[in-house]
């Protein structure tokens, strides 16, 4: 793939700020409805992402957050939400006109709702690819339908640049497009087609891998989602592709030295005899009680080959609890 992929996706993204496209990114993920938070039409007009990357969970202790990739401004908006002051929240972006209508949508926000001010949210020129950021100055990262488009070279760099500027134990918070199916290499290679979030996807295990690479040692899986079909009809393309998109929050603990925690939903129930069942390793399973486990954990006790334990499967809906 050519390095002009970049500056087809800056194109593409000036064409979304100065004609809002309703028809870009968008799932079936609810927008956050709060009390007295007024989003603007526009910006939810420019609801360009495929997931939710705001968590209240992620967001206690005052954190600063970083949102990368800012679109018309609805998530940043949704960060000062639950932050309410400046310097909390930062968003940055290549494309000047995306900045531009992100900042009047801030403006008129700002009229919608008593308890914001646009000064909030410091906004800045700048790319994924090198953050314009200080290393280990954030608590909560976050990107919503921008790492998908990019090649993989860059994503690799991309995921290191937020696991830098991340303090120990903080969180980057993640929302994109992937695909189990094989996407043909000439819709790969199509500038546009990826930088529209169609057909950069890849494997959520390969996505986990890259997470997992750059060091992060805790990763939930919060929720998978249909996302887009791309139909012989209306691609080039012999087979149809099916694309889901997920919400993940990596975690900057250090990894294990067993590998990495990765939560994808799956619970452990001890249905035996006695009060509890301990595997002396840190997981005690009360009496007919759900315990969310890691998949390691679930491997682990699946291999005791008791018949009085449960191990669900993946529900990619993690939502906090359990150990591993
Ligand atoms: C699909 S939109 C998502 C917008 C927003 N996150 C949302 O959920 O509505 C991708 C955004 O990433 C920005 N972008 C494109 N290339 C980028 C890069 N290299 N670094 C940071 N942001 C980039 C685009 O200008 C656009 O605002």
């Known amino acids: 793939m050519s390095e002009g992929y970049l500056a087809t996706a800056k194109n593409v993204y000036k064409e979304a700020a100065l004609k809002p496209d309703k028809g870009l990114c968008c799932t079936t993920t609810p927008v956050w409805q709060l009390p007295d938070l007024n989003i603007p039409s526009k910006m939810l007009e420019m609801n360009y992402g495929c997931g939710s990357t705001v968590h209240p969970r992620d967001l206690v202790n005052n954190p600063v957050v970083l949102y990368v990739g800012v679109g018309g401004g609805m998530e940043l908006l949704q960060f000062s939400y639950f932050s309410r002051r400046g310097n909390a929240v930062i968003g940055i972006d290549p494309v000047s006109e995306m900045i531009d209508v992100c900042k009047q949508n801030l403006e008129e926000a700002e009229r919608l709702n008593t308890w914001f001010k646009k000064d909030?949210?410091?906004?800045?020129?700048?790319t994924a690819l090198d953050l314009p950021v200080e290393s280990k100055s954030i608590d909560v990262a976050a990107q919503n339908c921008l790492f998908n488009i990019f090649n993989d070279a860059d994503l690799d760099l991309a995921l290191n640049e937020m696991y830098r500027v991340l303090k120990t134990h903080s969180r980057l918070v993640l929302s994109d497009p992937v695909c189990e199916n094989d996407i043909p290499a000439h819709l790969r290679n199509d500038e546009r087609l990826r930088a529209l979030c169609l057909t950069g996807a890849i494997p959520l295990n390969e996505y986990l891998e890259k997470i997992v690479s750059v060091g992060f040692g805790t990763i939930e899986i919060r929720a998978k989602r249909p996302y887009r079909i791309l139909d012989p009809k209306h691609y080039d393309t012999s087979k149809m592709i099916f694309i889901e998109s997920v919400e993940i929050c990596a975690i900057k603990d250090p990894m294990p030295k067993d590998g990495p925690c990765i939560f994808t939903g799956k619970t452990a129930v001890y249905f035996g005899e006695d009060d509890l069942f301990d595997d002396n390793k840190g997981h005690v399973l009360l009496?007919?009680?759900?315990?969310a486990v890691c998949d390691r954990t679930a491997g682990?006790?699946?291999?005791?080959?008791?018949?009085?334990?449960?191990?669900?499967?993946s529900t990619y809906f993690y939502d906090g609890g359990g150990c591993c």
Not at 287 to 291: D, F, I, K, M, S
């Open 287 to 291: 009496q007919n009680q759900p315990l």
């Open 120 to 126: 909030f949210i410091e906004l800045k020129e700048g």
């Open 300 to 313: 682990h006790l699946s291999e005791l080959g008791r018949d009085d334990i449960f191990i669900s499967g």
